[in-house]
């Protein structure tokens, strides 16, 4: 398919057809296999994938986003709330699990992702945003640079892969809340909304 005809869109999934779960499903194990920054090392299987997809839509604290390129989901992300008894970071929420296929990289949709995440997270009052990466993910960390996440730390055991011991890099994005309101760490760190 031609560069020019590909659409690319980000959806809020709260439920699943067959078929963008078998799509989600794809993708996943592709990006799995791709070296792919979603916890797994190996693909889990069909089943498994499946159960823990639909487990992601039953969690209280967590939506999931989807991307889709010409209609299929090719990737996704979770934000996920604080729970309800952690009332002193119930202004900060996370964006994890961001993955976009092999097969459908370069066209944006990591970018709406990330996008559309804030967006939900601003609407529902959240002040912040945070995420971690491991140090290789060398695409996703300039993605989130771009997107002006800021690098407040790092964790020097963040993951072991093929045997190696590789860092964690964190982030964290103040959200600007439209009509001024300001939160508890804009008061203490200066940053006001636009
Ligand atoms: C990181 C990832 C999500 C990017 O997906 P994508 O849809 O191709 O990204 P986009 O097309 O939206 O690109 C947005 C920005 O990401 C960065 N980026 C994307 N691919 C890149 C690459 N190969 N090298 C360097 N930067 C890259 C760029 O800053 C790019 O913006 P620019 O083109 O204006 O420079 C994808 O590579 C991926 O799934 N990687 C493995 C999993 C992962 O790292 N997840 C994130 C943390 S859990």
């Known amino acids: 398919m031609s560069e020019a005809l590909a659409q ?25 296999i791709d070296g792919g920054g979603f916890g797994w090392l190996n693909p889990p299987g069909r089943l498994a994938l499946e159960n823990y997809f639909r487990g992601v839509l039953l969690v209280p604290e967590r939506e999931l986003f989807a991307a889709r390129l010409n209609g299929s989901i090719v990737g996704s992300a979770h934000l996920v709330r604080p729970p309800r008894n952690n009332e002193a970071q119930a202004f900060a929420a996370h964006l994890m699990h961001a993955f976009v296929a092999p097969y459908a990289r370069g066209h944006g949709l990591a970018r709406a992702l990330t996008l559309a995440v804030e967006e939900r997270a601003r609407s529902l009052g959240y002040h912040v945003l945070n995420l971690d990466v491991r140090e290789t993910q060398e695409a996703a960390i300039r993605l989130y640079e771009r997107l002006g996440y800021v690098r407040w730390g790092e964790h020097p055991a963040y993951a072991r892969v093929a045997g190696q011991t590789i860092r964690g890099f964190y982030y964290h994005k103040m959200l600007k809340i439209p009509g001024g309101r300001r939160g508890k760490a804009e008061d203490r760190n200066g940053e006001r909304p636009a």
Do not use: Y
């Not at 690319?8 to 709260?14: A, D, Y």
């Not at 067959?18 to 990006?31: I, K, N, P, Y």
């Open 8 to 32: 690319i869109s980000v959806e809020r999934i709260e439920e699943f057809t067959e078929e963008d779960l078998h799509a989600l499903c794809e993708a996943t194990d592709a990006a799995i």
